[in-house]
């Protein structure tokens, strides 16, 4: 049985064919993939999370020339497209545009299922992107924090943890503390 080889698009043609969809992908060497979250949908933990850091972002960045973004935008990445949790977008994309203009953090909120991919792929991916300059791999089974920021070149990590924790973000002039982030999320103890 012969494979019929599907035509790779190009990041415009994507999003073209993006909008006659119901649900979010990304571009992925060519080739459009559902994102896990929208096969699954995200647990009440991530999407709390998700929520506290967009409030709370928003709340700092308010009149600033970045803001916080929902993952309906994409990030373009040497692969194709992702879509982070969020995205704080500091450059002016076109109202019509689906993709960051200059992302300038990500974040990726870490769910048992996604978390080796996001860890690994995608986090490669984002540290190739010319203006991303810190990535936030947020854990939502306990207040922990993996934070890469770009130095130069290269790209320095940092483990915070716990509620007391306090993530400075010089990059967008901001900071997010744990406790803000983890407000109302239960973990459970070993």
Not at 35 to 43: D, E, L, Y
Not at 71 to 84: E, F, M, N, Q
Not at 137 to 145: F, G, I, R, T, Y
């Amino acid at each position: 049985m012969a494979e019929t080889l599907q035509k790779k698009m190009t990041v415009e043609e994507f999003f073209d064919w993006q909008l006659k969809q119901d649900r979010n992908y990304e571009l992925v060497d060519g080739v459009p993939v559902i994102t896990v979250k929208a096969m699954t949908g995200a647990s009440d933990q991530h999407d709390r999370i998700t929520v506290n850091a967009i409030g709370t972002l928003f709340q700092q960045l308010r009149g600033k020339p970045c803001r916080p973004k929902t993952s309906d935008t994409s990030v373009l990445t040497a692969r194709g497209t992702r879509r982070p949790d969020i995205t704080i977008e500091c450059g002016r994309p076109s109202p019509r545009d689906m993709a960051a203009d200059e992302p300038r953090l990500v974040i990726e909120v870490l769910s048992p299922s996604t978390m080796r991919f996001d860890r690994f792929q995608k986090l490669a991916e984002y540290q190739q992107h010319p203006h991303i300059r810190v990535i936030l791999l947020v854990d939502s089974e306990a207040p922990q924090v993996t934070i890469w920021r770009r130095d130069g070149e290269r790209w320095a990590t940092e483990e915070l943890e716990g509620l007391n924790a306090v993530i400075e973000l010089p990059e967008i002039e901001a900071r997010l503390p744990l406790a803000e982030l983890y407000l109302g999320v239960k973990f459970e103890t070993a």
